[in-house]
């Protein structure tokens, strides 16, 4: 007999049909009412058991986390909490599980637990409704662009090139740590290596992405990208998913436009496609709020954060604008901000972020044009201020709860300009012959940003921690599973 999805069954009016359902118990109660998941839904299917025509040993191993295969007769429910249920003819037990050993007990567990068993983890309805969001948000990545005609280009993972030249990068080696070809002079020789030459970890597809805009116009990225920062913070991995677009023609004014129609897009895809698991999410956080003291809760719940993005044009403002908004607030004054803003130039922390976003506009913002001494050596060069203050066309995304989500900029397209830049940051411009070559031949204005997909996902789900909302976490010391 076919399987049916219980997806599928939960919303039917077609009772009476003989079904087989497969899945995995999630709780049997009083020897007759099984409660069964199978993934395609957060919500589980009631199976009720005739337990005075079972056999006995078959019931004792219907145990939290067993797979089961029933088939019985769809009926309407008289119980409370769902509208269908089914009648079991027959019970199979697939795979036992063992009550005494099985790590998910039909309880709430913590968030910090279920991190220890992240492979079991995605058998809870909260991750259940995470990687379902997380899957619909990428879903809609690739539509977004390809309605618009984007390319999705693969650009590598394995690299030569620093592209934010922050020097953060997992070196890519087969050399016997044991045994190091050396040169004359004591250094590595990484000509004896793999691929001749030292090689990485991409930080970004950046520059490839650039290549291929220079031909194509409009293309975008959208892979694994890794970081090698000792950031043991609740907002950064070591390895986490990155969407880039890259425009030829655009200035920055069109990136942030495009920015934010995304983000846009993206959330409202997800509120348009995952009802069931926002709601699910939404009433999760508000229990998990009511721990904390009244004024510590946020304003406004899950899907009225949601809508309340979509409806409000996010706040653009200049670094510089920033600086003197945050001079002057009161976290500044009364020297409660742990990083204190004094002087322009300065890079802005994450509390700083979160008191321009959650505090002083209380909505989403993009902030333009930081100081040129901050930012990669990519960034478009501006005319320098009144004050002969250099900046870049960077630009910035901060969200609320969530600091930074998009770092982008229109792109040095002056070949002369360029080189000097990277001249004076050390930036081996003779390695990067190749991507000055774009510069070199048919150079035009273009733009692009990196849009954190985690980062999107913690918005979206309302969830805190980073690790929640990737499958297998890579944070300093942990690379578990
Ligand atoms: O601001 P970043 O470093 O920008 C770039 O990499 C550019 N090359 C992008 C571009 O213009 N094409 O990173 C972009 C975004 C950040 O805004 C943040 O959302 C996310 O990537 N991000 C991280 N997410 C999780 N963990 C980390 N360690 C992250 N570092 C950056
Ligand atoms: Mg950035």
Known sequence: MKRTKIKDLLNTTDFGQEINVQGWVRTFRNNQFIAINDGSTINNLQAVVDFTNTDEAILKRVTTGAAVSVTGDLVESLGKGQRVELKVKNLEILGDSDPEKYPLQPKKHSLEFLR???????????????????????????????????????????????????????????????????????????????????????????????????????????????????????????????????????????????????????????????????????????????????????????LAKLNFCLENDFERITYTEAIKILKSSKPNQKKQFKYLIDEWGADLQSEHERFLVEKHFKKPVILTDYPADIKSFYMRQNEPDELGRKTVAAMDILFPGIGEIVGGSQREERLEKLEQRMHDMHIPVEEMSWFLDTRRFGSAPHAGFGLGFERLVLFVTGMTNIRDVIAFPRTPKNAEF
Request: net charge negative.
């Open 116 to 302: 220890e068993i992240a492979h079991l983890r995605f058998r809870t309805t909260t991750f259940n409704a995470i990687f379902k969001i997380r899957h619909a948000l990428a879903f809609a990545v690739h539509q977004f662009f390809n309605e618009k005609g984007f390319v999705y280009m693969h650009t590598p993972i394995i690299t030569g090139s620093d592209a934010e030249g922050a020097g953060e990068m997992f070196r890519v080696s087969t050399i016997d740590f044991d045994n190091v070809p050396r040169n004359e002079d004591g250094t590595v020789n990484y000509k004896e290596d793999f691929f001749g030459k030292s090689t990485n970890l991409t930080v970004s597809g950046q520059l490839e992405g650039e290549l291929a805009a220079m031909a194509f116009g409009e293309i975008y990225t959208f892979g694994p990208t890794f970081r090698a920062e000792n950031s043991n913070t609740t907002r950064h991995l070591a390895e986490f998913w990155m969407i880039e677009p890259e425009m030829a023609f655009f200035d920055i004014h069109d990136n942030m436009d495009l920015a934010e129609e995304l983000l846009k897009y993206l959330i409202r895809y997800a509120l348009d496609h995952c009802g069931e698991e926002l709601e699910f999410l939404k009433s999760r956080l508000m229990e998990e709020e009511k721990q904390k003291p009244q004024a510590e809760r946020s304003e406004m719940d899950l």
